[in-house]
């Protein structure tokens, strides 16, 4: 089960990929200070941001994801203030730079935030209410200090950002102008060109203050010291009216340096005066300090790419192990196959006849429940007559719907402890190979296990070597193509033969191991879709069968130092999308969902009795549910329960997989009435689906989505 905050990240993650129109890749990060975008990657990164609201996350989201819209990549931003600090200092300094990156990000946001307010206006409120809860919490280190008294860049920064507060603000002429261009900057070329120009305005009217500070200063200590002067009344001198100066100077040995409200002197030891952006400053490093204090690590593992050759054992090859399985085997052992093999096979015969009827009812049952009747436009002329009282003439049409293609990729769990049950379900496979052969249906059977104590050798590595600093390695396994509707008719029978061996305990090239069920999963994906386009499905049914959680599955390598754990994260780059790791099998599940589109559908065979499979699934203490759902079992050999990933999922005895088939006597105690022949044949029935679960249940998912 996800938590809330695994689903609210992903809730965030899908808003941001919706915002950028693209699928972006999202990863978060808690050593990450602040969002921001790698332009060329196309990877957004998200810090972990504690005590945050919902409109303060979402501003943070649009505000990044407008920057992937419309800013270039950070070479260009890097080489542009570069180049700057080279034209108006012609000897630069890191200072330089860092100033001028501060105001090219104050006028870029004000383009980012006009265009993305324009794009989707409901994200306005987000903007407002955000902006204010940073106002509120003195983000941009204001406090008490009046606005207007700051320099040109800092005002345009709180002006655009700071809703309300903007109303108290006050420009002259030149700065007004300014203000009016920053917000009509459309490209990004205008941004650069209007932050040399806001950049040098400044500059400007630092050298302005401090010329006239200096002149103050030198004034003021050459006067000499009276009984006059040290009786008068102190005041404060006013220059500009906007800039003040303190008379007081203690070391007349030195001119008088004017002290901004910050601790940095703007002019003093014949250094050049920078203009800065304090206000921008001061934000980024409060957005910083918001970042989650937790050392828990974030990783977002590459997986391998499969090498599809060496895993998968096509049914040729299965079938030479068959060949020399019984090469040196006598006429009458094989004989003996055929036998038991076909003795089932005539036993099923009539039972498959029944099914297929019943499918083909169904089918009926379902195209005239959505038949149309559509008129031509073409007059009938037998209702001509009747044109004055009525204005149906027309010639009608009946349409009936296209049934939609199926068909079903099957992988049965070659496990050890599968070997109690393994008889009765290769005849539940060979009842729904029988149906699908009969009506029609594509379909694939594959037994997945892991290459050990088997004699057929592998021709290298499942899976390609990975490198980097954090990825997934998993271990080598093989799945084995046993029977696949591209078999003709003697191959098939063949590979009958194969399975009826493996029933016997003939298993010297398919021993019976461990369960890579997570590696299976993994690599489905292009099996599925190779089969759908193979043979022109509309809907593909992948079915999984096994006793048992997943094992030999692989490992996290990442070689970085976590003392605090880790969350392990999955972007999948063809569907884009983020998956929590916290559930390994479930997360793959999904990804093979929404990479194929398929029905997916589970069986698992629980060996520790009722109760243990339904405490595992629901909550004893619902005693209502309990009962109808023990009965359920009694009667059905299974009950679903809902998945967090398989569309449905079946838990099955797995010591009755093919039920008591004593049950399909067709019989009628005493007289032969009509309501007796009816409850016969309806118990006759019921028994002969409900003692093959696959076919059965197969059956069902079909007529349904053929319904949908």
């Given at each position: 089960?996800?938590?809330?905050?695994?689903?609210?990240?992903?809730s965030?993650?899908?808003?941001?990929?919706?915002l950028?129109?693209?699928?972006?890749?999202?990863?978060?990060?808690?050593?990450?200070?602040?969002?921001?975008?790698d332009?060329?990657?196309?990877?957004?990164?998200?810090?972990?941001?504690?005590n945050?609201?919902?409109?303060?996350?979402?501003?943070?989201?649009?505000?990044?994801?407008?920057?992937?819209?419309?800013?270039?990549?950070?070479?260009?931003?890097?080489?542009?203030?570069?180049?700057?600090?080279?034209?108006?200092?012609?000897?630069?300094?890191?200072?330089?730079?860092?100033?001028?990156?501060?105001?090219?990000?104050?006028?870029?946001?004000?383009?980012?935030?006009?265009?993305?307010?324009?794009?989707?206006?409901?994200?306005?409120?987000?903007?407002?209410?955000?902006?204010?809860?940073?106002?509120?919490?003195?983000?941009?280190?204001?406090?008490?200090?009046?606005?207007?008294?700051?320099?040109?860049i800092?005002?345009?920064?709180?002006?655009?950002?700071?809703g309300?507060?903007?109303?108290?603000?006050?420009?002259?002429?030149?700065?007004?102008?300014?203000?009016?261009?920053?917000?009509?900057?459309?490209?990004?070329?205008?941004?650069?060109?209007?932050?040399?120009?806001?950049?040098?305005?400044?500059?400007?009217?630092?050298?302005?203050v401090?010329?006239?500070?200096?002149?103050?200063?030198?004034?003021?200590?050459?006067?000499?010291?009276?009984e006059?002067?040290?009786?008068?009344?102190?005041?404060?001198?006013?220059?500009?009216?906007?800039?003040?100066?303190?008379?007081?100077?203690?070391?007349?040995?030195?001119p008088?340096?004017?002290?901004?409200?910050?601790?940095?002197?703007?002019?003093?030891d014949?250094?050049?005066?920078?203009p800065?952006?304090?206000?921008?400053d001061?934000?980024?490093?409060?957005?910083?300090?918001?970042?989650?204090?937790?050392?828990?690590a974030?990783?977002?593992?590459?997986?391998?790419?499969?090498?599809?050759d060496?895993?998968?054992?096509?049914?040729?090859?299965?079938?030479?192990?068959?060949?020399?399985?019984?090469?040196?085997?006598?006429?009458?052992?094989?004989?003996?196959?055929?036998?038991?093999?076909?003795?089932?096979?005539?036993?099923?015969n009539?039972?498959?006849?029944?099914?297929?009827?019943?499918?083909e009812m169904?089918?009926?049952?379902?195209?005239y429940?959505k038949?149309?009747?559509?008129?031509?436009?073409?007059?009938?002329?037998?209702?001509?007559?009747?044109?004055?009282?009525?204005?149906?003439?027309?010639?009608?049409n009946?349409?009936?719907?296209?049934?939609?293609?199926?068909?079903?990729?099957?992988?049965?769990?070659?496990?050890s402890?599968?070997?109690?049950?393994?008889?009765?379900?290769?005849?539940?496979?060979?009842?729904?190979?029988?149906?699908?052969?009969?009506?029609?249906?594509?379909f694939?059977?594959?037994?997945?296990?892991?290459?050990?104590?088997?004699r057929?050798?592998?021709?290298?590595?499942?899976?390609?070597?990975?490198?980097?600093?954090?990825?997934?390695?998993f271990?080598?396994?093989?799945?084995?193509?046993?029977?696949?509707?591209?078999?003709?008719?003697v191959?098939?029978?063949?590979?009958?033969?194969?399975?009826?061996?493996?029933?016997?305990?003939?298993?010297?090239?398919?021993?019976?191991?461990?369960?890579?069920?997570?590696?299976?999963?993994?690599?489905?994906?292009?099996?599925?879709?190779?089969?759908?386009?193979?043979?022109?499905l509309?809907?593909?049914?992948?079915?999984?069968l096994?006793?048992?959680?997943?094992?030999?599955g692989g490992?996290?390598?990442?070689?970085?130092?976590?003392?605090?754990?880790?969350?392990?994260?999955?972007?999948d780059?063809?569907?884009?999308?983020?998956?929590?790791?916290?559930?390994?099998?479930a997360?793959?599940?999904?990804?093979?969902k929404?990479?194929?589109?398929c029905?997916?559908?589970?069986?698992?065979?629980?060996?520790?009795?009722?109760?243990?499979?339904?405490?595992?699934?629901?909550?004893?203490?619902?005693?209502?549910?309990?009962?109808?759902?023990n009965?359920?079992?009694?009667?059905?050999?299974?009950?679903?329960?809902?998945?967090?990933?398989y569309?449905?999922?079946?838990?099955?005895?797995?010591?009755?997989?093919?039920?008591?088939?004593?049950?399909?006597?067709?019989?009628?105690?005493?007289?032969?009435?009509?309501?007796?022949?009816?409850?016969?044949?309806?118990?006759?029935?019921?028994?002969?689906?409900t003692?093959?679960?696959?076919?059965?249940?197969?059956i069902k998912?079909?007529?349904e989505?053929?319904?949908g």
């Amino acid at each position: 089960m996800q938590t809330e905050s695994e689903i609210q990240t992903q809730s965030d993650a899908f808003l941001a990929k919706l915002l950028a129109t693209e699928n972006i890749t999202i990863e978060y990060s808690p050593s990450a200070t602040t969002a921001s975008f790698d332009m060329e990657r196309r990877v957004l990164y998200m810090p972990v941001w504690e005590n945050i609201s919902k409109h303060l996350k979402h501003l943070f989201i649009v505000h990044e994801v407008g920057h992937a819209l419309h800013t270039p990549p950070g070479t260009v931003w890097v080489d542009t203030v570069n180049a700057l600090a080279k034209k108006i200092y012609k000897v630069t300094k890191d200072k330089h730079a860092g100033a001028i990156r501060s105001f090219l990000n104050v006028l870029e946001d004000v383009r980012n935030d006009k265009l993305q307010k324009e794009k989707f206006p409901g994200c306005r409120k987000d903007y407002a209410i955000g902006y204010k809860e940073l106002l509120d919490r003195d983000f941009f280190g204001i406090g008490d200090k009046d606005v207007n008294t700051m320099n040109l860049i800092n005002k345009i920064n709180i002006y655009y950002k700071g809703g309300m507060l903007n109303l108290k603000m006050k420009f002259d002429p030149a700065e007004k102008k300014l203000l009016d261009k920053a917000i009509k900057t459309e490209t990004w070329e205008q941004v650069v060109a209007l932050t040399e120009e806001v950049f040098l305005f400044c500059k400007a009217r630092n050298e302005v203050v401090n010329e006239t500070i200096t002149k103050i200063s030198i004034e003021t200590s050459s006067v000499t010291r009276t009984e006059d002067t040290e009786n008068a009344e102190d005041e404060d001198v006013c220059v500009d009216e906007d800039v003040c100066v303190d008379e007081e100077n203690t070391d007349d040995n030195k001119p008088y340096v004017y002290t901004g409200d910050d601790d940095e002197d703007i002019y003093g030891d014949d250094e050049e005066a920078v203009p800065t952006a304090e206000t921008n400053d001061t934000l980024e490093q409060m957005i910083a300090g918001m970042s989650s204090k937790s050392n828990t690590a974030f990783v977002y593992p590459t997986f391998p790419v499969p090498n599809m050759d060496v895993i998968i054992d096509d049914f040729p090859a299965v079938l030479r192990d068959y060949e020399e399985l019984t090469k040196y085997s006598s006429k009458e052992y094989k004989d003996s196959l055929w036998t038991e093999f076909n003795t089932f096979r005539m036993k099923e015969n009539d039972t498959i006849s029944f099914m297929v009827k019943e499918f083909e009812m169904r089918k009926q049952a379902d195209a005239y429940a959505k038949t149309a009747i559509a008129k031509t436009g073409t007059i009938n002329p037998a209702k001509l007559y009747n044109y004055k009282f009525a204005d149906d003439i027309f010639k009608r049409n009946t349409i009936l719907p296209d049934g939609k293609n199926h068909g079903f990729v099957f992988f049965l769990d070659w496990s050890s402890s599968m070997n109690k049950t393994i008889v009765d379900v290769i005849n539940q496979l060979f009842s729904l190979v029988f149906f699908c052969k009969r009506v029609q249906i594509p379909f694939e059977v594959y037994i997945f296990r892991d290459v050990r104590y088997n004699r057929n050798k592998r021709k290298g590595s499942c899976f390609q070597d990975q490198s980097g600093p954090c990825y997934y390695s998993f271990d080598n396994f093989v799945l084995r193509n046993v029977l696949s509707s591209r078999m003709n008719s003697v191959q098939l029978q063949k590979a009958y033969m194969y399975l009826t061996c493996l029933q016997r305990g003939m298993r010297k090239f398919d021993c019976m191991s461990t369960t890579p069920l997570d590696q299976t999963i993994y690599v489905a994906d292009k099996i599925v879709n190779e089969f759908k386009k193979r043979n022109n499905l509309e809907i593909v049914n992948t079915i999984f069968l096994t006793d048992g959680e997943s094992n030999c599955g692989g490992d996290l390598c990442d070689n970085r130092p976590m003392p605090g754990g880790y969350r392990a994260f999955y972007n999948d780059p063809v569907t884009k999308k983020c998956y929590s790791m916290f559930n390994r099998t479930a997360m793959l599940l999904n990804r093979l969902k929404d990479r194929t589109g398929c029905n997916l559908v589970g069986y698992y065979l629980y060996t520790r009795g009722f109760y243990k499979a339904y405490q595992k699934f629901f909550n004893m203490n619902d005693a209502a549910h309990l009962k109808s759902t023990n009965k359920f079992w009694d009667q059905n050999n299974f009950f679903p329960v809902v998945s967090k990933a398989y569309d449905t999922y079946f838990i099955m005895k797995p010591t009755k997989v093919s039920g008591d088939e004593g049950d399909e006597t067709f019989e009628i105690a005493g007289k032969a009435t009509n309501r007796k022949l009816l409850n016969s044949f309806m118990k006759f029935a019921k028994s002969k689906s409900t003692n093959r679960v696959f076919l059965s249940q197969f059956i069902k998912m079909i007529s349904e989505k053929n319904r949908g």
